[in-house]
């Protein structure tokens, strides 16, 4: 098991509202990234947080938002959901801004949007 | 963009036979290349990467993969297979330029028959 970890495991909202998750990363990282994962996909990034701030963003609409907090921990906030938006959620660290670094994933947040 | 392709979404081996899973890529720069493990409702576990150096990458759980610059593959192997290996297997890029988008392939699900 990795240091990451995420909050709620499973949640289950309806369209048009708002949901906020959450991941702690593993001790000593600085960098924390999130990506959405559909049934029967791979994982696509969502952005990226650096020191607090935004460091890159996939193809995702500005209703994704998030926030990194001064101990590196993150939030990801998605307003206005969509059915299109039940994934499967993970918040993975990394030591450094490198691309060389690998992740350390944590285990998801299940989002269900009826 | 970078991308990945696992071009077999299922291989199915016997335990104590030799397995290989595909990976294509596609980078502007140098790649810098990662496999992940997925067990059932778990987040990613990092097997290997390749970032430089030696073409042949030792990793986690007796699992390793060769680095094939010419034909654009990195393909993950094992001398032989067991049960407990059964899982989603996915192949991962960066580029050298690129800090923060990691493209994922769709995932190739592995199974070990006794």
């Known amino acids: 098991e990795t240091g990451v970890t995420q909050s709620p495991t499973h949640l289950i909202k309806t369209r048009g509202q708002q949901v906020t998750l959450r991941c702690s990363s593993q001790?000593?990282?600085?960098?924390v990234s999130w990506y959405q994962q559909a049934l029967g996909q791979g994982p696509q990034f969502i952005f990226q947080y650096y020191r607090e701030e935004e460091n890159g963003r996939g193809n995702f609409p500005p209703r994704f938002s998030g926030l990194q907090f001064p101990n590196y921990s993150s939030e990801l906030n998605v307003n206005a959901l969509e059915l299109d938006d039940s994934a499967l959620y993970l918040c993975?660290?990394?030591?450094?801004?490198?691309?060389?670094?690998?992740?350390?994933f944590g285990p998801g947040t299940r989002l269900t949007v009826t | 963009a970078q991308s990945v392709a696992q071009p077999e979404d299922q291989v199915n081996v016997a335990e104590g036979n030799p397995l290989t899973v595909k990976c294509t890529y596609s980078v502007s720069g140098n790649p810098y290349l990662f496999w992940y493990v997925q067990y059932p409702n778990r987040g990613l576990q990092f097997l290997l990467k390749?970032?430089?150096?030696?073409?042949l990458v030792k990793g986690s759980y007796g699992f390793e993969a060769e680095f094939n610059k010419s034909q654009t593959s990195f393909h993950l192997k094992k001398p032989s297979a067991l049960v407990s290996d059964s899982a989603l297997y996915f192949c991962a890029v960066r580029d050298e330029y690129n800090n923060n988008d990691m493209r994922f392939g769709a995932g190739t699900r592995l199974t070990v028959k006794p």
């Open positions: 390749y970032i430089t150096g030696d073409n």
């Open positions: 001790s000593g990282h600085n960098t």
């Open positions: 993975a660290s990394s030591p450094r801004l490198a691309g060389n670094y690998e992740q350390y």
